[in-house]
């Protein structure tokens, strides 16, 4: 199981020394316009495999992704303080234009994992870009970690019995699906009133603006968020490589909503297998449809 990664700044790195803790995969090529770069981080990467899953570590050009099932598209400007994700748009796709075609070119037959940010925007130009390959954007599957994350400090639990969808933008204008939330199985509320914890408007405002405000929070702190999309990368690449039929809130081209944007879906060895629509109140479906909005006209920038 053969893995590239394109981009090896903070974020594509992570991401390569993630798939190597975990046994994502057994062979991982790095490559960047930077050579030296992309050389050091994989030497460095690789001596972390002796002494957890033996993953085969190495660096190259674009012809070093043949044979590749999953390339992991990190390439681009970072995120600075201040800065939204839209308005990283005009950078970042001419990026995208220049590096799909040689990715496309070398690896014919790999899902495109696309991780650079505005995500959504810019899955939707590499659709555009490599019409013939399965495309996958990172959406909000870190969102919907912070948002379990957030649930779970709450309720004093492990955070992998709290399960929630972060829908839409991975963006200001994302949705947090309350409806659907659950701590146990349980609906949200009722486990609070069981385990006699606090559970009201503010607490879940409180919520929200932890998940919703987390990336600026840390660039301000630390000049960018990569840890946490390291890790959700290899276990959406692992989603695709191991065939889990895994549901992730993965960002993909959505003909409901015009524009892609993040909702259940059903990864496996084909990217997106099925898409699920889970059912939510009206406030959360008005939020819904003015996210795909905000997208839709942020594309209007791409022509698209």
Known sequence: M???????????????????????????????????????????????????????????????????????????????PGESRLDLLEKNAAIFREIIPQVTRAAPGAVLLV??????????????????????????????????????????????????????EHGDSEVLAWSSATVAGMPVADFMKAQELPWNAEVRREIDRGTRHAAAS???????????????????????????????????????YGVSLSLPRIIGAGGVLSTLHPKLTEDEQRALDKSAEVLRQARAHLGG
């Open 115 to 168: 991780a650079t940010n505005p995500v959504d925007l810019l899955t939707d130009l590499t659709t555009q870009l490599a019409p013939e390959q399965p495309v996958i954007g990172s959406g909000t599957v870190l969102d919907s970690a912070r948002f379990r994350h957030l649930m779970a400090q709450h309720a004093a639990v492990d955070g992998t019995h709290a399960h929630g969808y972060v829908l839409g």
């Open 218 to 256: 840390i660039i301000e702190g630390k000049r960018a968020t990569y840890y946490g999309i390291g890790a959700a990368l290899a276990r959406i690449a692992e989603g695709v490589l191991r065939d889990r039929r895994s549901i992730l809130t993965v960002s993909a081209p959505t003909p409901e």
């Open 2 to 80: 053969k893995v590239g990664v394109v981009g090896t700044g903070f974020v594509g790195s992570t991401a390569a020394y993630a798939m190597v803790l975990r046994g994502s995969c057994s062979e991982l090529v790095l490559v960047d316009l930077d050579e030296d770069r992309a050389q050091a981080e994989a030497e460095d990467i690789a001596h972390a495999a002796p002494v957890s899953h033996g993953t085969r570590v190495s660096s190259g050009d674009y012809a070093a992704l043949e044979g590749a099932q999953v390339v992991v598209l990190t390439a681009g400007a970072n995120q600075k």
